[in-house]
T-cell receptor
Framework: GESVGLHLPTLSVQEGDNSIINCAYS??????FIWYKQESGKGPQFIID?????DKRQGQRVTVLLNKTVKHLSLQIAATQPGDSAVYFC????????????FGKGTLLTVNP | DAGVIQSPRHEVTEMGQEVTLRCKPI?????LFWYRQTMMRGLELLIY????????DSGMPEDRFSAKMPNASFSTLKIQPSEPRDSAVYFC?????????????FGPGTRLTVT
């Protein structure tokens, strides 16, 4: 029978273009956010994180933007490469003694050479 | 740094059998997390430990699932009896949890198939 699974948002870009992956979060109390990259057959890998007292943070080829007003997070990847093809997850934490990360559904990024 | 170590990497078992998944966290990390990932439900937190103590097991599906952390360098996730719907990739992650970061470091996962 037909299986029903998560319908991951997908983004397809050309090599060398910039990519923007978006994430909406639900908990207005969340004060820590993190992006992970998961390649096929591997565990999620840390990309970059940001606290709620910031609205932008830059890493190597990546930038995370946080808009607390509309509870929106984005990951920008500059000069996207084929090796960037993966599923990207955002996650949030509400702070205090709660160490849990709540993960989003993920976005599949495909980079075309 | 060896990272988080999980074993076995692949497990195929028959319905009704007991399955034990193992995890060695990164040395010095004080929190450990067990996740399950499926196409249907995505990445789900099952349980997490802080300083070897279970803190939140609200994600454990049912009594067939149990997890232990007898010391800071070892944890197990046990399924007894296993069912086909338990087929998934199970990840273990550890975290140093500091005041500025809740970053979790994931292991390579155990792919479980229950027939």
């Amino acid at each position: 029978g037909e299986s029903v699974g998560l319908h991951l948002p997908t983004l397809s870009v050309q090599e060398g273009d910039n990519s923007i992956i978006n994430c909406a979060y639900s908990n207005s109390a969340s004060d820590y956010f993190i992006w992970y990259k998961q390649e096929s057959g591997k565990g999620p890998q840390f990309i970059i994180d940001i606290r709620s007292n910031m609205d932008k943070r830059q890493g190597q080829r990546v930038t995370v933007l946080l808009n607390k007003t509309v509870k929106h997070l984005s990951l920008q990847i500059a000069a996207t490469q084929p090796g960037d093809s993966a599923v990207y997850f955002c996650a949030e934490n509400s702070g205090g003694s709660n160490y849990k990360l709540t993960f989003g559904k993920g976005t599949l990024l495909t980079v075309n050479p | 740094d060896a990272g988080v170590i999980q074993s076995p990497r692949h497990e195929v078992t028959e319905m009704g059998q007991e399955v034990t998944l193992r995890c060695k966290p990164i040395s010095g990390h004080n929190s450990l997390f067990w996740y399950r990932q499926t196409m249907m439900r995505g990445l789900e937190l099952l349980i997490y430990f802080n300083n070897n103590v279970p803190i939140d097991d609200s994600g454990m599906p049912e009594d067939r699932f149990s997890a232990k952390m007898p010391n800071a360098s070892f944890s197990t996730l046990k399924i007894q009896p296993s069912e086909p719907r338990d087929s998934a990739v199970y990840f273990c992650a550890s975290s140093p949890v500091t005041s500025s970061s809740y970053e979790q470091y994931f292991g390579p996962g155990t792919r479980l198939t229950v027939t």
